[in-house]
């Protein structure tokens, strides 16, 4: 008990009054009606003297399943996201962020950072849920959904403040196909989905007139103002060797830009086959799986793992600790149950925080070393994500943006 606070009865009282107004403006695309294959969508936000939230922005998404006759085609989990190929937001016309190969990368992001609760109640994102009668018109195939777009890039899901006085551009790219979006049992189903319209949602903020004098004085001082985030980073491999040890050199990091988190997957004839699950991934028979960050390897024991024995206690703990250390939750349930994970999304979650000197003072090789029980499947495509840090800095008087 504090004495001092319960006897000061004559404490001032201070009501925080910072913001006035918190409203959501709907942005069209630039050139309307352009929804087809390989299309570019480009949003933009031009006005000099607002204050935007693009955390808490979202993408409004109407479409329609046309199903041709005798077609049982359904939508997939996340299939949204497979509609599009990449996803960029720039500043002043420079790159701040960009998820490539959108469907697959926020599918295997999204299971490992959502709780159960937050997973079963996704459907209105197009998660989880998408073909229920609430979402797609069981008649007429329309859908519509409300994507956050902290669930599609780095960028918005780690800064949560205002962006003041620059220029915001959205670019979507289409995706050259629809069939990772699809599944049919239907032989040579050519059904498809249409989009309708795209909104992007973007909260303007009104502030007091304290608060607004604080801010501009910022700008006319031209003060630059650093922006830090977790960019996503994802990488494909379409050439596996059909051979029990397969060895992956993936990319080459700069210092500031080192990973943090490495997630993996595999799919055996799966992409860009309407007769199979896009959003399932396999476990083929993975027996070890390791990490490498030049020399540095995670983890630093054995998974001796045999997925047809159901022996894959420690990977699936891997998968249930990345929510602790990623957003420091203490109490949660992971969206995918050990069931779940082992039968439909079996992926490997690799946490390289803790790094040694030598990693954190230069250049990183990343690379994976992969050993299954039999030989690699043919038509197997691996998906690594690799989540890094990313900082960019801009000045709103002089509009510079710079990637640090």
Not at 94 to 121: C, F, H, P, Q, W
Not at 221 to 227: G, L, M, Q, S, T
Not at 255 to 275: A, D, G, H, I, W
Request: glycine letters at 2%.
């Amino acid at each position: 008990m504090c004495a001092e606070r319960i006897l000061n009865v004559v404490e001032s009282v201070n009501f925080e009054n910072y913001m006035n107004k918190f409203i959501y403006l709907a942005h069209q695309p630039v050139s309307s009606n352009r929804y087809g294959f390989n299309d570019e969508i480009r949003f933009l936000i031009q006005h000099n003297d607002v204050y935007t939230l693009p955390s808490r922005s979202y993408l409004q998404i109407r479409g329609k399943l046309e199903k041709k006759s005798g077609s049982n085609a359904q939508l997939v989990d996340n299939a949204v996201a497979y509609l599009f190929e990449q996803i960029r937001y720039e500043l002043n016309s420079v790159e701040i962020d960009k998820t490539r190969n959108l469907g697959a990368a926020t599918l295997l992001k999204g299971l490992a950072s959502m709780t159960n609760a937050e997973y079963t109640s996704s459907s209105n994102s197009g998660f989880a849920g998408l073909n229920d009668d609430n979402l797609v018109d069981s008649t007429t195939g329309n859908f519509s959904v409300c994507v956050p777009l902290k669930r599609w890039m780095g960028f918005f899901e780690d800064y949560e403040k205002i962006i003041i006085s620059m220029r915001q551009e959205l670019i979507l790219q289409r995706a050259s196909d629809d069939k990772n979006a699809l599944y049919s049992t239907t032989t040579a189903d050519s059904s498809k989905i249409t989009i309708d319209s795209i909104s992007w949602l973007v909260p303007y903020i009104h502030v007091s007139e304290a608060v607004r004098v604080t801010l501009l004085s910022l700008v006319e001082e031209n003060i630059v103002i650093k922006v830090p985030f977790r960019s996503w980073e994802m990488v494909e491999n379409t050439a596996l060797n059909m051979v029990t040890r397969n060895n992956w050199t993936i990319m080459t990091s700069t210092q500031l830009e080192k990973p943090r988190y490495v997630l993996v997957s595999f799919l055996t004839n799966r992409k860009n086959q309407l007769n199979a699950r896009n959003d399932r991934f396999d476990h083929v028979k993975l027996k070890d799986v390791k990490l490498f960050l030049n020399s540095e390897y995670y983890p630093y024991i054995n998974l001796n793992l045999d997925p047809a024995k159901k022996d894959i206690s420690f990977l699936y703990q891997m998968y249930c600790d990345f929510q602790y250390s990623y957003y420091s939750r203490k109490d949660y349930v992971p969206a995918l149950s050990r069931v779940d994970f082992l039968s439909n999304n079996f992926m490997v979650v690799f946490d390289c925080n803790f790094q040694n000197d030598s990693i954190k003072s230069g250049s990183v090789d990343i690379r994976l070393e992969i050993e299954t029980s039999e030989s690699m499947p043919a038509g197997t495509v691996a998906h690594c994500l690799i989540i890094h840090d990313r900082i960019i800095q801009y000045s709103p008087l002089s509009g510079i943006v710079r990637c640090l």
